[in-house]
């Protein structure tokens, strides 16, 4: 497709970008290299629009309305057999092309707020490097037009979040949360990467578009074929989600993200708020069609780990101190969501409400929590400390912190007519025509929400006066400007953009209604939780305190985050460890190394023994040879004797 | 029958002076004793009617050869050091086996050359077939390790220059 | 015994006359080259052995294939590779004498082994 030809730019414009900054960063002044990245995200942004807009409205729509997916590149890379092979290049179907706009737009966002963020930072060069490496994988995971392009990209996403959770690699518990969020998500990689394998033995390929034709013929060889009572086809399901539970942080894998906030906010919002957690959501939703015909169960159990993982989060966030832990909570709990929609998604019409539902609540809930990331950031960077009680009474000393944080948690709570209205509207009423038992997880978690995040809003902008250092004030226009633009979207987004007609499962256009009885119960249980907090939490006043002991044990496992990181210690640190690790430990120490070494002795022994004879004497030489000689000389004319008279 | 004798003669004073020269206690004297076994072996030559290679070899290596081994142990002799004596039990060790190898390709020669053959008198040999034999690329003639040998002989130069120039 | 000397005297020379005298001369040869420790003396050695294998090449020649050449040519190169051995030989002898002041191949020459 022809028409497409300028698309590629969009990866390679970052990439290139990472390795002149990362290159060449030193030789230039931070400034310089910020700029440089602003400007290339900039352009990347420009192009990713123009290639959405011509999807959307020009080249995508087939003759019958639909949309149809277009390879807009297609490099054969490594060829196994005829329809065995990984390739490079450019998917552009209607999600691919809404997370083109999603990530170029937060990206440029995060570029533009980090000029001032990380002003005179050490290594800014680096940090922009380091954006640009993030921005250049996440886009080529998104454009994917196979599964294991898909997973090269999924990895260079990881490295690039370990890259910059440990920015501050001075910084010991930074160092330890990049690691964490490395292994934790390796570790999902892994089942990820089995399921790959499992899919493409079976399929015999890594196409998307022949892996997501409905009806595909390549999923009859899993025919038979079972593990443990449960078919082939499940487990390899199961497996790649198990992926996506690492990246998107569900239950029991959500132990990294919390920690992951060690690093620069501004890369919180970009990487674990809006693009890189979201990753596990494209996933499922790219491969929709295949767990939706082929594996329903599996799809069921997803949906139940989000339901889970929702409303676990929303508790666990209505308790913690660190804005932006309670804000990595409130991710968690959001990303559930989408991929609980996925989960009560049919496929045609009205019925694919939870898939349009899901991608409609990942695009809102990007914008609207890469602003909650940079308003905390913008708060952090006035009051220097990320504990909420360092903080109060900031409403009058940050009028544009205060008014974007404010619309922006009215979305997330689900306020009409703010984004997150709309969005969270659909998916609470797909569940509800489909299961009412996530329906009931879902509306509390909403209701929690809307609860701990004007917790953490009043907590912030009321509560009590504090004083203050210095004197904390609005950030420069680099900061403020992308607060401003993403609010903007925040109140836009839900009502402008026609989800229904762009992005649905099955490529066709349909109607969607906002339901009075779900819009209404959705907006009542927002409230009860806005008035709740305000109880508690506008004024300084004993209440909570009283709660949380009454309370008890709840409270502190609560706080404790239900000692998820405490159980996964015991886990790694006693069950693995001990029982594995060292085991192995032992072996290779003294088997393996044992071998070795008694190699390595038993040659030397033997070199040793058998040194004397390479003498260097050439007489003892001349000896031997001539024993060996006459000794050859007697026994060969012996012999020939004996032959020639017999 | 003058030549029978003559063979006898360079037959003892070849055996005699060879074994004189390995073990002689003198470096020189050695020397000289080569010397001898050089000059009968080229009265072998004569004895076979190989005169061109009885002169080549009388001024090659009583000529050439002996000269530099006279040159060297000159060269390396330390006056009032006399050569060392060897040990015993090495010479005995050496002489054993030296001995042994002897019983053997004496019995062989003795007892299993059983070749016939004529001996017949010919001409002396023209030096003017000789260096036809030598430079011909013809069968028997032998051009290529002549050309072996004069490669072997620059070897031989260049490694001379390289040991012999001052470091 | 008296007829035994008058057919050696007025008989052609056997071959394996010219055969026993090289041997002789030849396992000489072995002898000094294995006993002798001193490296002039190890070459002398080596002369003799090359001499005898020389005559023998010449003797065949004349005794087993008269009307043809080719001992004779290769007793030709032999001296010649054996002159060449000889030069070079005791230039690396007076080479070495000049580094560690002996010829004696089982003192300090055995530094070179390293």
């Known amino acids: 497709m022809l028409t497409f030809n300028y698309s590629i730019w969009i990866l390679v414009l970052p990439a290139v970008m990472f390795l002149v900054l990362g290159l060449g960063g030193k030789y230039m002044k931070p400034v310089v290299s910020g700029v440089l990245g602003t400007i290339t995200m900039a352009i990347t942004t420009v192009l990713a629009y123009l290639t959405a807009y011509q999807y959307f409205f020009s080249v995508g729509k087939a003759a019958d309305g639909t949309y149809k997916a277009i390879e807009a590149f297609n490099f054969e890379w490594l060829r196994f057999t005829d329809t065995l092979h990984i390739d490079l290049g450019m998917y552009i179907d209607a999600i691919s092309s809404m997370m083109l706009i999603v990530i170029t737009t937060v990206s440029l966002m995060v570029h533009i707020y980090s000029l001032g963020y990380m002003k005179g930072e050490k290594g800014f060069q680096r940090y922009y490097a380091f954006l640009s490496l993030f921005s250049f994988s996440m886009l080529g995971l998104v454009v994917a037009t196979n599964i294991f392009q898909m997973y090269i990209f999924w990895e260079l996403v990881g490295v690039s979040s370990f890259l910059l959770i440990g920015f501050y690699y001075t910084k010991p518990s930074a160092v330890a949360a990049s690691k964490k969020a490395f292994i934790v998500t390796r570790f999902a990689d892994f089942f990820f990467l089995i399921g790959i394998l499992l899919l493409s033995y079976f399929t015999k390929t890594f196409d ?46 959500h132990v990294w993200l919390p920690d992951a906030m060690e690093g620069p906010t501004p890369v919180s919002a970009l990487i674990h708020a809006a693009t890189m957690v979201v990753a596990g959501v494209f996933l499922i939703a790219r491969l929709f069609p295949i767990y939706l015909f082929q594996t329903p169960e599996v799809l069921h159990l997803i949906g139940y780990i989000g339901a889970i993982t ?33 989960s009560v998604s049919g496929y045609d019409g009205h019925d694919g409400l939870g898939y349009m539902a899901s991608m409609f609540h990942l695009f809102t809930h990007a914008f609207f929590k890469a602003l909650l990331f940079l308003g905390a950031g913008a708060i952090i960077h006035a009051v220097h400390s990320n504990e909420m009680d360092d903080m109060g009474g900031l409403w009058k000393k940050m009028p544009i912190a205060n008014w974007t944080f404010l619309i922006a948690c009215l979305a997330i709570a689900g306020i009409f007519p703010f984004s997150g209205f709309f969005s969270k509207d659909e998916i609470l009423a797909a569940a509800l025509h489909h299961d009412i038992v996530l329906f009931s997880i879902l509306f509390i978690a909403a209701g929690l929400t809307a609860f701990y995040m004007f917790r953490l809003y009043f907590r912030i902008f009321h509560y009590e006066n ?54 209404g119960l959705s907006i009542g249980i927002a409230l009860v939780g806005i008035v709740g907090a305000y109880v508690f939490y506008f004024k300084k006043n004993e209440k909570p305190d009283q709660v949380a002991t009454s309370l008890g044990w709840f409270y502190r496992a609560t706080h404790n985050k239900f000692y998820f990181d405490e159980i996964w210690m015991f886990a790694t640190r006693s069950i693995i460890f001990k029982c594995v690790s060292k085991p192995m430990a032992w072996i290779d120490v003294n088997v393996i190394d044992g071998f070795m070494n008694g190699l390595a002795y038993v040659s030397h022994q033997a070199s040793e023994a058998i040194k004397g004879f390479q003498s260097g004497r050439i007489q003892q030489y001349a000896l031997i040879y001539l024993v060996g000689a006459l000794v050859l000389i007697v026994t060969f004319c012996g012999w020939l004797v004996a032959f020639i008279t017999k | ?73 000159v060269l390396t002799s330390q006056p009032g050091i006399g050569v060392k004596f060897e040990k015993p039990g090495r010479m005995l060790v050496a002489a054993l086996a030296a001995l042994t190898g002897l019983a053997i390709c004496g019995h062989i020669i003795f007892y299993n050359v059983n070749r016939v053959y004529y001996y017949v008198t010919q001409d002396e040999l023209k030096v003017q077939d000789i260096g036809f034999g030598l430079l011909g690329t013809e069968k028997y003639q032998n051009m290529l390790p002549f050309e072996a040998v004069s490669l072997l002989l620059l070897a031989c130069i260049i490694g001379g220059v390289m040991i012999a120039r001052k470091r | ?96 004498y000049r580094k560690v002041h002996t010829i004696y191949v089982d003192e300090d020459v055995s530094k070179m082994k390293y």
């Open chain 1, 466 to 519: 504090k004083q203050y250092h210095h004197a904390p004030h609005d950030a420069g226009p680099s900061m403020s400007i992308p607060l401003i633009f993403l609010a903007v979207v925040t109140v836009v987004a839900g009502w402008l953009i026609p989800f229904d007609t762009l992005i649905t499962a099955d490529g066709k256009a349909f109607e969607s209604h906002i339901d009075p009885l779900v819009a």
């Open chain 3, 1 to 96: 015994m008296g007829e035994f000397i008058t057919n050696l005297l007025n008989n052609t020379i056997p071959i394996e006359l010219y055969l026993a005298v090289t041997t002789i001369v030849f396992f000489v040869g072995v002898y000094g080259f294995l006993s002798r420790k001193n490296m002039i003396m190890v070459l002398i050695s080596i002369e003799l052995m090359l001499n005898a294998a020389d005559i023998n090449f010449a003797v065949f020649n004349r005794y087993l294939y008269p009307g043809q050449l080719e001992g004779f040519y290769f007793t030709l190169f032999a001296i010649a590779i054996a002159a060449a051995e000889a030069a070079i030989a005791i230039a690396i002898i007076i080479n070495i």
């Open chain 1, 310 to 342: 929702a409303i676990f989060a929303a508790v666990v966030a209505c308790t913690q101190t660190d804005i932006k832990r309670v804000l990595a909570f409130s991710t968690i709990s959001q990303i559930a969501y989408m991929i609980t929609a996925l």
């Open chain 2, 1 to 73: 029958m003058v030549s029978n004798i003559i063979f006898f003669i360079l037959a003892f004073v070849t055996v005699v002076s060879s074994i004189l020269a390995v073990t002689s206690q003198k470096i020189i004297r050695s020397a000289v004793f080569l010397l001898f076994v050089l000059l009968s072996t080229g009265g072998f030559y004569f004895l076979l009617d190989y005169h061109f290679l009885a002169i080549t070899q009388i001024a090659v290596y009583a000529g050439g050869v002996m000269v530099l081994f006279i040159f060297s142990i």
């Open chain 1, 208 to 253: 998307f578009g022949t892996l997501t034709a409905v009806g595909a013929p390549c999923f009859s060889s899993f025919a038979g074929a079972s593990f443990l009572g449960i078919s082939a086809i499940s487990w390899t399901m199961f497996l790649i989600f198990m992926g996506g539970v690492g990246k998107s942080a569900l239950l029991p894998f």
